[in-house]
Each structure stands twice: as structure tokens, then as C-alpha cells.
């Protein structure tokens, strides 16, 4: 399935704008006062639902792929009204006075990517017994009620090791360079990357020296991966699964002396790997389609709503074009498998 990531776009984006310049003032507007008892759980009509979705942090190129899914994703399952809000940060409390706000306005639906699982679950909390569904996406919390995945989490730290191990012929000293020290979703893959270095014989060779932190901005990763080489000159290979990061790293590597000598590799987005791909920097990496996640994502938000589902195991919703998705343990809906882009097909991908 393609979805449309170009339709609404630039309305979406100066949406954005406004929202963070103004945040309570348009959510009041958007939810025609500020009465958080009018949404569906206290009697409105279904054609009156509305869902916002609050991601990580806006101007994040990832991001925005999984927004443009949401959108379409929204409309396509029949919300009245959809939002994005957010912050331009990725700190840990940075989301709470939108969630706050969201409150206020009598949302719905909130779909949240925490940048912490549990540093926004008092406001969380409080949307909830106004009435509202709370769906994660993304990066977990800890206080929702149900959380639409990428892809098994497990999947995706293996086959980021695959890719390194294949990459430095299977020894050396590698490191991490992930998004923020307590972002659930990075911290969750490196765990399984760990506990897999740990146990498995094919991997005995390999050290991971060292863990370092980006916190999804450009110019921090550049400079973690920087001092990554510095500091450890043995180092033969790079894992980052974060698109700001593994970006960043590429850009670094790709005009540096480590240029064809460190492996890349991790999550990312394919419109901002091909020049690296291209020009020898990186081999491969992995990512899914991130639209998907957000067009899963407004679907679940729309089933909670209308009380097709609760979040229990076993609980099934139509996702639209992707088909019918399962609730499965811990109230995890997974979207699909990883997909590795690498010279062969990473044309064959727009996104």
C-alpha cells in the first residue's frame, strides 16, 4: 500500500506553525470552546470525534512521513476533526502542556509518541477521565490504551545487528548512537541488541564500546558521532536507529577519513540515505513505511472511540486499505516487518 504523504501537506505544516505559536488558543478554536465534556464519551454524535496527534517533536523528517499517514489515515476512518500539536524538543516533559491542552478542548482521541513513558502519564491520566482515548504510538507510554508498534521489537534490534555484523565481517569494537537517553522504542531495541551481543556465539566477537545520545537533533548527532570516532579509533562500525541520527552520522562519515573504513547502519528514511548509498557511505539500513504507522494508528484511535474495541488481546479493527489489525499482548498492535534499503531497491522507495 502507498498512502498519499503529499495531499494536505503544506496546509498540515502552516497548521503546525500556528499550533506551536498559539497552542491552547487554536485547540479552544478547533474544539468550539472549551467544554472537555462534548466528545463522544460524554454523549456527542460520532461524526463529531476529533484526534490529535502529539509525535516526539515536530520538524523531524520521520516524523513527518508518519503525520502525512495520520492524516490520511484520519480521514479516511471518518474523524471530524484532526490536529497535530507539539513540542520542538524532545525532553522528556516537553509534551505535557499539549496533552494539558488537549484536555481542555475536549479531544477525543490522542495519539502520543512519549519522549518519556511515564513523565507525561499525570497529564495522560487526566485526559483520560475527561473521556479521551489514549492511543501510543511510536515510543510507548506507560498510561495508554493501546500502543501501535513499527514492527516486533525484537525484529528490529536483530536485524540491525545483522546488518553490522555482516558489515565488519563479524568482529570489532561497534557503538550505538541512538535518540534520547529515555526514549522507550530506542531504549527497547538497544536492550534485545545487548542481551543478543550477550548470548548469541555468532556475535561473540563483536564489542559494543560504547552508547551515546543525539537526542533526535542534527547537529548533536554530528557531533556525537564525531566524538565517537575520536575516542575510540578502533572502532569499526556504527548503529543508530534513529533517521535524525543515522543521517547525521552519514553526513559526517561521508566527507571524513572513516569514509568506506566505519559501517553505518540503522533506521532510515530512503529520500535522506540514497546520496550516501550512492557514494559508497553506507551499505545498507532498515526501516519500515512510516506512514503506516500513523494511518494504523488514527483506525485504532477510531475503534477505541466508537467502542469496537477496548485494547484487550484479541480485539480486531478495520485499518482501512491495510486491512484488519489485532490487538495482541499488552495491548501492542504491530504494523508490519522492517524493510532493508540498500543500492538494489532504495529507488524503488519514496519516502
Not at 516526539?56 to 474523524?79: H, I, R, W
Not at 508498534?149 to 563479524?170: C, W
Request: with cysteine; charged share 20%.
Amino acid at each position: 500500500m502507498e498512502l498519499n504523504l503529499n495531499r494536505g501537506r503544506r496546509g498540515r505544516l502552516a497548521l503546525i506553525t500556528a499550533l506551536v505559536a498559539s497552542a491552547t488558543l487554536a485547540l479552544t478554536a478547533c474544539a468550539g470552546g472549551g467544554d472537555a465534556g462534548g466528545g463522544a464519551a460524554d454523549g456527542g454524535g460520532m461524526e463529531d470525534l476529533s484526534i490529535t496527534f502529539i509525535p516526539k517533536q515536530l520538524n523531524n523528517p520521520y516524523t513527518d512521513v508518519v503525520l502525512g499517514g495520520g492524516e490520511d489515515g484520519a480521514e479516511a476512518a471518518g474523524f471530524a476533526a484532526s490536529e497535530v500539536v507539539g513540542p520542538l524538543d524532545a525532553s522528556a516533559s516537553s509534551q505535557v502542556s499539549f496533552i494539558n491542552a488537549e484536555t481542555q478542548a475536549g479531544t477525543d482521541v490522542l495519539v502520543i509518541a512519549a519522549n518519556d513513558p511515564d513523565a507525561v502519564c499525570p497529564a495522560v491520566e487526566e485526559a483520560r477521565s475527561a473521556g479521551a482515548k489514549i492511543v501510543g504510538f511510536d515510543s510507548d507510554l506507560n498510561c495508554r490504551d493501546l500502543f501501535v508498534s513499527q514492527v516486533v521489537a525484537k525484529d528490529v534490534a536483530l536485524i540491525q545487528l545483522e546488518l553490522i555484523s555482516e558489515q565488519i565481517g563479524g568482529e570489532g569494537e561497534i557503538a550505538i548512537l541512538s535518540a534520547t537517553a529515555n526514549a522507550t522504542n530506542q531504549n527497547e531495541w538497544i536492550a534485545f541488541m545487548e542481551e543478543e551481543l550477550a548470548s548469541n556465539p555468532e556475535y561473540a566477537d563483536i564489542e559494543l564500546v560504547a552508547k551515546v545520545y543525539g537526542d533526535d537533533d542534527d547537529t548533536k548527532s554530528f557531533q556525537e558521532a564525531q566524538g565517537l570516532l575520536q575516542a575510540h579509533p578502533d572502532l569499526k562500525g556504527i548503529i543508530s536507529p534513529t533517521t535524525v541520527g543515522i543521517a547525521a552520522t552519514a553526513r559526517y562519515l561521508s566527507t571524513s577519513e572513516y569514509k568506506g573504513e566505519v559501517a553505518l547502519t540503522g533506521l532510515g528514511l530512503p529520500n535522506e540515505m540514497r546520496s550516501f548509498v550512492e557514494d559508497g557511505t553506507v551499505t545498507e539500513f532498515a526501516l519500515w513505511d512510516p506512514a503506516q504507522l500513523g494511518y494504523v494508528a488514527a483506525f485504532a484511535g477510531m475503534a477505541l472511540a466508537d467502542g469496537s474495541i477496548t485494547g484487550a488481546e484479541g480485539d480486531t479493527f478495520d485499518a482501512g486499505d491495510l486491512g484488519e489489525k489485532e490487538v495482541g499482548p499488552d495491548g501492542v498492535v504491530i504494523v508490519g516487518p522492517p524493510t532493508v534499503f540498500n543500492a538494489d531497491n532504495i529507488d524503488d522507495y519514496d519516502f
